[in-house]
């Protein structure tokens, strides 16, 4: 149960891989021939996220990105560290692309990047400590710094939103409200899972993970770089000061 390598959960972590290519490979087609710098900055912050994921999900199947974590009990888990390497730059790269949609202050965006940042490193510490304790003490603060997160993304840059145009306002919405759906999972699918309680096995869980970080990020860029905010339709394109629209 212990000799380190990837098993049945193989199968997930390919079709995450196969995932998050396919879903790079749209973006960067569907942008080819993008003109609008604007525009041109969510393809690229989008297209990365797709790419950070897909080499991190190929280093989980061919079994580099995991590692063993031996408890004080004698329990010893299979830990996928890559997750982490990826969450660590393309959570805040999906910050970024909302932050900017929604205009929000540089200053904000950094605030809520740097939250976000605490959140995966401490993340990550619940995953590698070996007192049980300690695993579930740095959860906790890694979730109260994903509320902080939550909550600063609705309040803070959802000000910022609503002083955007129509367009702008329904996909922050929309997107929004896939962070807050899909974000909020992962807390509960790592303790429920083997890093946690061990209800799931880390085949179950592993698929878990992977429905989520294809929804979070392809499905978050294929909303955002059809939205007409990004798209700008066939007429004004920024979601600037150009718009006489006060409401
Ligand atoms: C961990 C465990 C500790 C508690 C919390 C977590 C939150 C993780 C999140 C990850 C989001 C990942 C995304 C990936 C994109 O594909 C680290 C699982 C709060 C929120 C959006």
Avoid: H
């Avoid at 830990?79 to 969450?87: E, F, L, Q």
């Avoid at 976000?116 to 007192?131: E, K, S």
């Amino acid at each position: 149960m212990s000799s380190l390598g990837v098993e049945g959960e193989g199968i997930w972590l390919a079709l995450g891989t196969v995932g998050m290519l396919l879903g790079m490979v749209y973006f960067m087609a569907k942008g080819w021939d993008v003109q609008d710098p604007e525009a041109e900055e969510f393809y690229v912050i989008t297209i990365l996220i797709a790419g950070i994921a897909a080499s991190s999900y190929l280093s989980m199947f061919f079994g580099f990105g995991l590692t063993e974590v031996e408890l004080v009990n004698g329990q010893v888990l299979d830990i996928y560290w890559a997750r982490y390497a990826d969450w660590l730059f393309t959570t805040p790269l999906l910050l970024l692309d909302i932050g900017l949609l929604a205009g929000a202050k540089n200053r904000d965006i950094a605030t809520l990047i740097g939250i976000d940042a605490f959140m995966i490193v401490t993340g990550l510490f619940a995953t590698l400590m070996t007192v049980p304790v300690a695993r579930y003490a740095f959860w906790t603060i890694s979730t109260i710094a994903m509320l902080f997160v939550l909550y600063f993304l609705v309040v803070v840059v959802g000000e910022a939103a609503a002083e955007a145009d129509e367009d702008t306002q329904s996909t922050f919405k929309v997107l929004r409200n896939v962070i807050l759906v899909a974000w909020a999972v992962y807390p509960v699918a790592w303790l429920v899972g083997t890093e946690g309680l061990g209800l799931l096995s880390l085949y179950g869980e592993t698929l878990i993970f992977m429905i989520l970080d294809l929804f979070a990020k392809i499905g978050f860029g294929f909303i955002l770089l059809r939205s007409r905010a990004v798209v700008g339709g066939d007429s004004a394109p920024t979601p600037s000061a150009e718009e006489a629209t006060a409401d």
